[in-house]
Each structure stands twice: as structure tokens, then as C-alpha cells.
């Protein structure tokens, strides 16, 4: 499935946030959403699924407006993650996560077997196999934060829009969930995208395909990852001076340290 965005601009009261940005995003890429504090990448993020209308352009899923797609037409094709999850009564994990079940569902809407095999397996991928009697409200923030992306990739759509799936998680659970959905990816590279949100740029660098770089003022760069997520764009669009280093086959971005105020 190829999602395209036609001069999309995007508003947050009179400020600009994205200016006429045009870009297709295509099956078996993963693209990361990258940008200071407040550039907009949870507002782009809901535009190109689909959850709220830019102030111009169009947002098309193989080639239909997403505007034209019946919503469950469009749920069984996009699975959107938010950025917080707030569960407001008790259940256990495996009946949160099979929630996202509801676009396949028929006749009366109960869950039958392959949904919640589809459930199970969803945690299974993420480590979360032992959670599945536990109530969701006993869960930290990182263990919710993984349920949210299980339940997300049980959903069964091709394309998943994540908004910062890393917050709340340590590195090992950061490196675990990207590995995990550039494995998902990969399995099926004919029909599935990945685009998520990030701050860490390294993490972004090394298992995004691709990046869509903001800056706040209504500019965007995409293209390759490491070559827009540079020393020099980075720094530009942070506000804060950034250098690449390299060791061997490794590299990282960090920011220059500059001379204390005398």
C-alpha cells in the first residue's frame, strides 16, 4: 500500500507547522518523524492517518483520498498507536490488546479463536507472553507502552503509524520494539510501512529506512535517513550544534559541547 501527502500544510493556530509538503511513503519502508518539541510530528502523524484534516492538500492510501475510505475499510488497512494510552478499568492485558481486533470482526463482534490467537501473538513477538492474566492497571508505564504496540501490530493493518512508541522504555526495550518492527517489515516488504515518531536520533539512524526531518517553522526534509538526519540538518532544525562521530563501522550523533558563559 503507498500512503502520498499532496501540498499537506498543517496549522497549530496561525503557526505553520508543515508548508505544502508532498511525499509518498511506500510499502517495506520504515520512516521515522523527527523534530524539536512542538514542529508537529503528532499533528502530522494524525493528518496522514487519517485522524484530522490539514488546513490544505490531500493524505491518499493507493490512490483514494482518505476522506473517501469507510472507516472500517481504513481500519483494517491503518493502525494508528497514540502517544499515551489511558485505561480507565480494570482487564487483563490479552483483552486490551484484542481490542484492536474490532475492524475484523462479524456477526455479533465476539472475539473467536484466531483473534485471540492473533492477540497472543502479538505479545508473544514483544516478550509479553507471561502479561496476559495481568490487569493493564497494575502495569508501569514502559510495560503499557509495549501492550499499546502489541495490540497496535494485532490490529493486522499493513501500515502503523506510531507516535513516540519508544517513550517510558529503557534501551533494551527501545532496540527490542524497533528490532521488532523492521523484522515486521521485512516479513512482508510487497504491503507494509512503518512510520514512527522519535527524538533519539541514533536510534532513528540506524533502523529507519527513511526520515521526514521538521523544524517547527513549516520547512521539512525526507529522504534516506542518515542522510537527513546529518550533523548539519539536525543542528539546524534543534537549534543546538550536533557532530557526527565515528568509531569503526559505528557512528553518532552528538551535541558539541560549548565554552561556559564567563
Request: glycine share 8%; aromatic share 6%; proline share 5%.
Amino acid at each position: 500500500m503507498t500512503l502520498r501527502a499532496d501540498g499537506l500544510t498543517l496549522r497549530a493556530a496561525s503557526r505553520t507547522l508543515i508548508a505544502a509538503l508532498t511525499q509518498s511513503f511506500a510499502p517495506g519502508e520504515v520512516w521515522c518523524i523527527a523534530g524539536p518539541n512542538g514542529a508537529g510530528k503528532t499533528t502530522l502523524i494524525a493528518a496522514l492517518g487519517g485522524l484530522s484534516k490539514p488546513a490544505a492538500g490531500t493524505v491518499s492510501l493507493d490512490g483514494i483520498g482518505l476522506n473517501s475510505w469507510r472507516a472500517a475499510d481504513l481500519a483494517r488497512r491503518r493502525a494508528v498507536m497514540p502517544q499515551s494510552a489511558h485505561d480507565a478499568f480494570n482487564a487483563t492485558v490479552l483483552d486490551i490488546v484484542m481490542l484492536n481486533r474490532f475492524p475484523h470482526l462479524t456477526g455479533w463482534g465476539w472475539e473467536n479463536d484466531a483473534d485471540r490467537r492473533a492477540a497472543q501473538a502479538a505479545l508473544d513477538v514483544l516478550g509479553l507472553a507471561s502479561f496476559a492474566t495481568r490487569d493493564v492497571l497494575s502495569l508501569s508505564g514502559g510495560e503499557r507502552q509495549r501492550v499499546a504496540l502489541a495490540a497496535t501490530l494485532c490490529q493486522d493493518a499493513p501500515l502503523l503509524f506510531l507516535d513516540e512508541p519508544l517513550s517510558h522504555l529503557d534501551l533494551h526495550h527501545q532496540i527490542e520494539c524497533l528490532q521488532v518492527l523492521t523484522r515486521w517489515t521485512r516479513d512482508r516488504p510487497d504491503v507494509r510501512t512503518v512510520i514512527f515518531s522519535c527524538h533519539d536520533l541514533n536510534l532513528a539512524r540506524r533502523f529507519a529506512t527513511h526520515a521526514l526531518l521538521l523544524d517547527g517553522a513549516g520547512r521539512a526534509h525526507a529522504g534516506p535517513a542518515r542522510d537527513v538526519l546529518s550533523a548539519k540538518r539536525a543542528s539546524a532544525a534543534f537549534g543546538y550544534p550536533l557532530t557526527l562521530i565515528r568509531e569503526g563501522d559505528h557512528e553518532a550523533l552528538v551535541p558539541v559541547m560549548r565554552a561556559p558563559d564567563l
